[in-house]
């Protein structure tokens, strides 16, 4: 069971646009900790896609973009390309645990 | 280019150690915190530890407290995790990574990640 909670699953047709939630509690982001998102493409490891929020690290393609209010967050990808097929997660950082956290996980599937 | 390179990974029986190290260029590593994060076969990604640049604090996820030690070596560039009273469930892929310069820590760059295997 992880601290913030993603769908296990989502999937989008090549060009549409898809959302994956992220859901923590009062002593994540509900605190005010930002929440970051990693790529991780099948048999490889994980790459850091949004940082604080909504920011982009240089490379990653303006159709990922990141949000956040209260308790949850979210990562919107638009234009879906088959190569965008991965697993997604999010983390941040919990004051009552004294470490990061990281979600589940969301396997995206182009279909 | 920043490069993040683990070593040590492999089979080991229940109770037993490993050391896992990780060489580190590219980047100035003396300037940076650093971590171990893990990754159980075809589960999540799951932080294990980090460790201050000087390394003078040091911080684990509660599963391994008391078992893991995170330490580092500034001379050498070099990240290292000791492993002992290993169990099943440290069964893991263990990625080095960069802590990012962020309010919120995060990763900003991976190693390839080395393989942890317990069983007997």
């Known amino acids: 069971q992880s601290v913030l909670t993603q769908p296990p699953s989502v999937s989008g047709a090549p060009g549409q646009r898809v959302t994956i939630s992220c859901t923590g509690s009062?002593?994540?982001?509900?605190?005010?900790?930002?929440v970051h998102w990693y790529q991780q493409l099948p048999g490889t490891a994980p790459k850091l896609l949004i940082y604080?929020?909504?920011n982009r690290p240089s490379g990653v393609p303006d159709r990922f973009s990141g949000s956040k209010s209260g308790t949850s967050a979210s990562l919107a990808i638009t234009g879906l390309q088959a190569e965008d097929e991965a697993d997604y997660y999010c983390?941040?950082?919990?004051?009552?645990?004294?470490?990061?956290?990281f979600g589940g996980g969301t396997k995206l599937t182009v279909l | 280019e920043v490069q993040l390179v683990e070593s040590g990974g492999g089979l080991v029986q229940p109770g037993g150690s490993l050391r896992l190290s990780c060489a580190a260029s590219?980047?100035?590593?003396?300037?940076?915190?650093m971590s171990w994060v893990r990754q159980a076969p075809g589960k999540g990604l799951e932080w294990v530890a980090n460790?201050?640049?000087?390394?003078?604090?040091?911080y684990y996820v509660d599963s391994v407290k008391g078992r893991f030690t995170i330490s580092r070596d500034n001379a050498k560039n070099s990240l290292y995790l000791q492993m002992n009273s290993l169990r099943a469930e440290d069964t893991a892929v263990y990625y080095c990574?960069?802590?990012?310069?962020?309010?919120?820590?995060?990763?900003?760059?991976w190693g390839q990640g080395t393989l942890v295997t317990v069983s007997s």
């Open positions: 990574a960069r802590d990012g310069q962020t309010v919120t820590p995060s990763v900003d760059y």
């Open positions: 590219g980047f100035t590593f003396s300037s940076y915190w």
């Open positions: 460790i201050k640049q000087d390394g003078s604090e040091k």
């Open positions: 009062s002593s994540n982001i509900g605190a005010g900790y930002d």
């Open positions: 604080g929020n909504n």
């Open positions: 983390q941040s950082y919990d004051s009552s645990l004294s470490g990061w956290v």
